[in-house]
C-alpha cells in the first residue's frame, strides 16, 4: 500500500487521449545478466542464506486473487503476536488495537496488558494512496486514524525496545476486510524494527519470496537471500527513490509491441503491499489498445478498467517492463497474461476488472509482478535484485 504521504496527494484523471500506432519489440536473446559485486558486507549474504537472517513465513490474503502477504511480528511485554503485511509503499509500524471500535479484526492488540507500552501524544490520519485490494482508492476511502507511541517489538526471537509505532485509533470501513491487525512499513531505508535488526549484526537487506496462493510458502528473509527459491542470478538495479523504492524503466511493451507512449523512461515505484499496477492514464490507455478495444473504464471506480467476463478468458496480455541493471544491461520484467482477470466488479459481476489502474501521477507495480520473481531489497546498496522463482514459467531476466 502506498500511503499519500509518501507521494502527496494525487488525484485520479481520467483521460481519453488516443494511443499511438503500435510498434513492434524485437524477440529478446535469453541471457545471463550478472550483478555487480557486492558491496562490502554484503557479499556472504548474497551468496548464500546467512546463518543468522530472520525468516519470517507469510500468508497469501487471497479474493480470488492474490492481495497482499502477510505475517507476524511480536510487540509487548509479555509479546502478544501482530500480523502485519510487509508493506515496501510505507514506512511505519500501525496496527489495530482493543481501543479501536471501528476494527473488527480479532486478536488485537490489548495495551493494557503490555508493561512496556508507552503511549505518545501525537495523533494523525494516515491516508493512502492504493488500498487493501484491487481497486482503486475512490474518495479518499482507505484512512487510519493512529496515535503514537513504543513498545518493545519481536521477530524471530531478536526483541528491540521502545520502537516506534502507532495504534490505530479508527479506520475506514474499507480496512474491515483486513485478516490482518496492521502495516510494516518496509521502505527504502532502514527503520524502526528493521533498523534495530541492522544493529544487531544483520546485512542491511531483506528479500521476498512471494508467491501465488495455490503455491505458497511464501516468506520474508531479514539479513540474507535463499537461492533455494530462485533461478539462475540474481541482476541488480539502482534504486532512486527516497523512502519508496524506485527503479527507473526505459521500455513497456504489451503482447511484444510498444508505442511512443510506452517507450518514455519512467520512474516506477515497486509496492508489495499492492497486488494491481498503476500507471497514468495516457500510459494506461496504451496498454489496453495493444491487449483489446473491449476494454474499457468502469465508470463506477473511478482509474478502474474491465470487460466482459465471457470475453476475457485467454486474452494475450504479456507485459514486459524494460529496466537496466547496474552492468548497463537492459532486463525485463514480466507480467504474464494469467494476472490481466483481478475477478468481477461487486457492483456488476457480469464484468471483471482489469491489471492495470490509471492514476495520474504515480507509476508503480505490485504483487503481479512480485509474485513471479524472487527479490531483493539491498537497504545498505541502495539497489533492488531480481531472479525467476520458477513460478512464472516463461520467466527470465533477458536482454531487452
Known sequence: MLSAISIGLLALAASSEVAATPEPVPQPMRVEIHSRKAPKGHASALRRRAASAIGVPLEDFFLGTDLQWFGNISVGTPPQP??????????????????????????????????????????????????????????????????SGTDTVTVGGVAAKAISLFTITSQTPKFNLDPFLGIQGLGSSAEGIFAALVKTGLPSLFSLFVTPEKVGNSELLFGGTDPTKFKGSLVFANQQGEGDWEVESTQIAVNGKTTSVLKKRRSIIFDSGTSNILFDTQTTNAMYALISPLIKPFAAEPGAYGLPCA????????IDITFTSQTGTPFNLTIPSSELNVGPFDSDPSTCQTLINAFDGLELVGGSVLKHYYSVWDVGGQRMGFAPNGELRAASLRDA
Not at 93 to 112: G, M, R
Not at 129 to 146: C, E
Not at 311 to 318: E, F, K, R, Y
Open 82 to 147: 501482530v500480523s502485519v503485511v510487509f508493506d515496501t509503499g510505507s514506512q511505519t509500524l500501525e496496527f489495530a488495537t482493543t481501543e479501536c471500535t471501528t476494527c473488527n479484526q480479532s486478536n488485537k492488540f490489548d495495551i493494557s496488558k503490555s508493561s512496556t507500552f508507552v503511549r505518545g501524544s501525537q495523533s494523525s490520519t494516515l491516508s493512502f494512496s492504493t488500498g487493501v485490494g484491487v481497486d482503486p482508492v475512490v474518495n479518499n476511502d482507505y484512512v487510519l486514524h493512529i496515535r
Open 311 to 318: 470475453q476475457i478468458g485467454g486474452l494475450p496480455a504479456t
